[in-house]
């Protein structure tokens, strides 16, 4: 089963940039999509961006504009460029697969990472 692994999450000042990248260990072009979530402290896991294999991306409301997922296919790597972060954006961040889900369409199915921690604090 591929494996993932994240990283380049840190500390940054409101309104600092981060760069977080995904290793799978296998291909990423076996999967319809990859895509990055994040969970708060005391929060459920959400979505955050995903991208599929062709290159169609989608962001949730709360970072459209400010965060951008992009893929190298040949690393089988996956990134996420996040922008002007604020502290609603302090998280771990997790990157999954998507795949077709038995009765539930497509989903995330790849067992969870150990993630990434963004900590946005002055």
């Known amino acids: 089963q591929v494996q993932l692994v994240e990283s380049g999450g840190g500390l940054v000042q409101p309104g600092g940039s981060l760069r977080l990248s995904c290793v799978a260990s296998?291909?990423?072009?076996?999967?319809?999509?990859m895509g990055w979530y994040r969970q708060p402290p005391g929060k459920q896991r959400e979505l955050v961006a995903a991208?599929?294999?062709?290159?169609?991306?989608t962001y949730a409301d709360s970072v459209k504009g400010r965060f951008t997922i992009s893929r190298d296919n040949a690393k089988n790597t996956v990134y996420l460029q996040m922008n002007s972060l604020n502290a609603g954006d302090t998280a771990v961040y997790y990157c999954?697969?998507?795949?077709?889900?038995?009765?539930?369409?497509?989903?995330?199915?790849?067992?969870w990472g150990q993630g990434t921690q963004v900590t946005v604090s002055s």
């Open positions: 991208i599929t294999t062709g290159g169609a991306t």
């Open positions: 296998g291909s990423i072009l076996d999967f319809n999509a």
């Open positions: 999954n697969a998507f795949g077709q889900i038995a009765g539930s369409g497509l989903g995330p199915v790849l067992p």
